[in-house]
């Protein structure tokens, strides 16, 4: 039976990827070896790394200003890579709380220097975006969350300011244009929209790291990986391939304004029916709806069918549609690889749902 992957990460990733990168676990491009077992100084594995960085150049706009960078250790580990790059006792950081991402990048950083947090939305269980919340213009940086995964927001548009943006983009990189130049360093855990889990993405603006005033451990200081082109020791070579693969898909797939317009179609369609459909009921403020992580829940009244929803959505083959402990419910990602027919599908059950 086709499955279709609801799941928030690591998540769904376009069957043609898999495929490809199927055939280069057994043999790669026709070399007689694995790409698994191949020296990551090989011409092969340079060619890869350069071709990633310079799609995600491409794909994003980017200048020659900012460095590509493929680290491992996790969005997590740049909640305090960042702070720890760019703070001292005397700099301070402003913070959007926008959900438990954003709360544990603001706890690590507060290691590093004083941490202002701007804004939150804690109060009504990070249901919406805040707006219209002071910036001061002292900040060495602000830092937001594109993509509040769990709780289902989005920021559709990023905050009016001068200073330099650093955003947690995990759950929404690559799923609509964005202007980099108002970024000083992006990053983003690949495996919710990028590829399998291990690799993680950084994206920084050379000029932004020159204050890194700190004697740092060499793999946590940003300026080891761009002199050493992310190769300062073994990069993680698979993930970094299939992430590959993912950029070259989004390419000859149009790219990210393409991109973007397929996933408001697919938002669309199911907003559009948690609205309209009397048995369920969205969570998130609408104008702050995630097009990558649809939170709902059953309508007021009816949330002992909840289990009964969810087991219609296994027997149909849709995958990973509960929703997060934190809001309960159902969550159904999004993703830029996935297809409109698994929207259409878990709409049909819905509809069916209420009609029985
Ligand atoms: C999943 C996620 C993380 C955590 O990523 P790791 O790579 O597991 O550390 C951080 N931020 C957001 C927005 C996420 O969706």
Not at 26 to 51: A, N, P, Q, W
Not at 158 to 184: H, K, N, Q, W, Y
Request: glycine content about 8%; hydrophobic content about 40%.
């Amino acid at each position: 039976m086709k499955k279709y992957n609801f799941y928030a990460g690591p998540a769904i990733l376009p069957a043609s990827v898999m495929a490809e990168a199927a055939k280069a676990v057994v043999e790669f491009e026709g070399i007689g070896l694995s790409l698994l077992e191949i020296s990551h100084r090989s011409k092969e594995v340079v060619s890869i790394l350069d071709e990633a960085q310079s799609l995600v150049r491409e794909l994003l706009g980017l200048s020659d200003d900012f460095s590509v960078l493929f680290l491992t250790g996790g969005a997590s580990t740049q909640f305090f890579t960042v702070a720890h790059n760019l703070l001292n006792a005397d700099k301070k950081a402003g913070y959007v709380d926008t959900g438990s991402w954003s709360t544990k990048a603001i706890k690590e950083a507060k290691a590093f220097g004083q941490i202002d947090i701007l804004a939150s939305s804690k109060d009504k269980n990070y249901s919406y975006v805040p707006k219209g919340y002071e910036i001061p213009s002292d900040l060495t940086y602000l830092h937001v969350t594109g993509n509040n995964t769990i709780f289902g927001t989005q920021m559709h548009d990023f905050p009016e300011t001068s200073v330099p943006l650093v955003c947690d983009m995990s759950s929404d990189i690559f799923s609509r244009p964005i202007d980099a130049s108002r970024f000083g360093i992006i990053y983003a855990g690949a495996q919710k929209n990028l590829g399998p889990a291990g690799v993680t993405l950084a994206i920084v603006r050379k000029d932004f790291l020159e204050m890194t005033q700190r004697e740092l451990p060499t793999m946590l200081n940003y300026n080891t990986h761009v002199q050493k082109n992310s190769s300062f020791n073994t990069p993680p070579v698979f993930p970094i391939y299939v992430s590959m693969l993912t950029l070259r898909w989004l390419k000859a797939n149009g790219g990210l304004a393409a991109m973007a317009a397929k996933n408001e179609d697919k938002a669309k369609l199911l907003y559009d029916e948690i609205d309209s459909n009397p048995m369920f009921a969205g969570v998130a403020a609408k104008e702050d709806r995630s097009l990558m992580n649809a939170t709902f829940v059953m309508a007021e009244g009816k949330e002992d069918l909840a289990e009964q929803f969810l087991a219609d959505c296994a027997a149909a083959g849709c995958i990973g549609v509960k929703g997060h402990r934190s809001v309960g419910g159902f969550r159904a990602s999004i993703y830029n690889a996935m297809p409109r027919e698994g929207v259409e599908t878990l709409v049909g059950l819905m509809k069916n749902f209420a009609d029985k």
